[in-house]
C-alpha cells in the first residue's frame, strides 16, 4: 500500500522558512504527480504546489515566489521549502500522489498523507 509520511512542521516566526519532507513507500515519488495542499479550519483545501514527470511545478499564487516543491528520488521523498513565511500560512500541510491514468492525477490528490502542522507566530 501506499503510505506519505510527511514531517518537518512546526513554529516559527514571521519571515522564518521551514522545510517539510514528505517521505512516501509503495509509490515512486517521480512516477506521477506529488502535490503539497494546505488546510486551515472552516475553509476549503487548497492546492499549494504541484510537480510532475515534467519537473516544472505550479504553485498557488499566494505562495508563489516563497515555497518551492522538489524531490530526491534516490530518497523517495517529496519537499516543500517555505521561506518569507507569514501568519495566514498557518495550516495543516498535506503531502499528495497520484500515479499517470488516475481520476485523481489532474489534482494529484489520489493518496495523502497525515498532515503536519505548520503554525506562523507574527
Known amino acids: 500500500q501506499v503510505q506519505l509520511v510527511e514531517s518537518g512542521g512546526g513554529s516559527v516566526q514571521s519571515g522564518g522558512s521551514l522545510r517539510l519532507s514528505c517521505q512516501a513507500s509503495?509509490?515512486?515519488?517521480?512516477?506521477?504527480?506529488m502535490a503539497w495542499f494546505r488546510q486551515v479550519p472552516g475553509k476549503e483545501r487548497e492546492r499549494i504546489a504541484r510537480i510532475g514527470r515534467n519537473p516544472t511545478p505550479t504553485y498557488a499564487n499566494d505562495v508563489e515566489g516563497r515555497f518551492t516543491i522538489s524531490r530526491d528520488n534516490a530518497k523517495n521523498t517529496l519537499y516543500l521549502q517555505m521561506d518569507s513565511l507569514k501568519p495566514e500560512d498557518t495550516a495543516i500541510y498535506y503531502c499528495?500522489?497520484?500515479?499517470?491514468?488516475?481520476?485523481?492525477?489532474?489534482?494529484?490528490?489520489?493518496?495523502w498523507g497525515q498532515g503536519t502542522q505548520v503554525t506562523v507566530i507574527p
Open positions: 509503495g509509490y515512486t515519488v517521480n512516477s506521477g504527480c
Open positions: 499528495a500522489a497520484a500515479r499517470r491514468g488516475s481520476p485523481h492525477f489532474s489534482e494529484c490528490g489520489g493518496y
